[in-house]
């Protein structure tokens, strides 16, 4: 079965700083895509970052980048230049291509960014 | 363009009842996939529709069940609540193409009583 853990379940960080997310999974499919959301107290779920395993490159969306590694199953989330604003749940995810719009998603992490 | 639109934000239902949830997708976006979120299971996918279909299906009783009609607004209904169903219900939809980006919605936010 599909998995993904996200083992640090709450995070803090001072604004400026860099921060890493960590999240890693479990699937027997080799086409999949990994996903970043966050959802602020607003609880709408906002898409931080998407990445295609079969691409190498690491994505990147300004000051979001991800590292990924395929074969450690490993997908975490760099947040640099850290702001208030992006105080919020994050969560990791991943659909398996043949699963249409399935995602599973892991536990989650609490970042709250401090002044 | 709009984003995807739940209603209502929030609902009070008792035992026993039933209750519609409504979502409108992103236009153009013919997909439109179901999440129920609580602090005990996370996040849980409950169904996707397609073109009118339902594509996928996740691990929940019977009593929950989905429609999506031919502009592709979705309706997800739960019968013979419990107080278990309680729960923010978070839609999302998606052009439908494999890995594509799902854009959610604000959520509805059950309680049972």
């Known amino acids: 079965a599909q998995t993904v853990t996200q083992s640090q379940p709450e995070m803090s960080v001072q604004e400026a700083e860099t921060v890493t997310l960590s999240c890693t999974y479990d699937t027997s499919e080799n086409n999949y895509y990994l996903f970043w959301y966050k959802q602020p107290p607003s609880r709408q779920m906002i898409l931080v970052i998407r990445q295609e395993a079969y691409k190498q490159q690491n994505a990147t969306e300004n000051r979001f980048s991800v590292n990924f590694q395929k074969a450690a199953k490993s997908f975490s989330l760099k947040i640099s230049d850290s702001q208030l604003g992006d105080t919020a749940m994050y969560f990791c995810a991943f659909i398996e291509e043949t699963s249409g719009s399935r995602l599973t998603f892991g536990e989650g992490t609490q970042l709250t960014v401090n002044p | 363009k709009a984003g995807v639109t739940q209603t209502p934000r929030y609902l009070i239902k008792t035992r026993g009842q039933q209750v519609t949830l409504s979502c409108s997708p992103i236009s153009g976006h013919r997909s439109v996939s179901w999440y129920q979120q609580t602090p005990g299971q996370g996040l849980q996918f409950l169904f996707e529709?397609?073109?009118?279909?339902?594509?996928n299906k996740g691990n929940f009783p019977g009593r929950f069940s989905g429609r999506q009609f031919s502009n592709s607004r979705s309706e997800m209904n739960v019968s013979t609540l419990e107080l278990g169903d309680s729960a923010l219900y978070l839609c999302?939809?998606?052009?439908?193409?494999?890995?594509?980006?799902?854009?959610f919605g604000n959520g509805t936010r059950l309680t049972v009583t």
């Open positions: 529709y397609f073109s009118e279909t339902q594509r």
């Open positions: 999302a939809s998606s052009a439908g193409q494999p890995g594509g980006s799902l854009h």
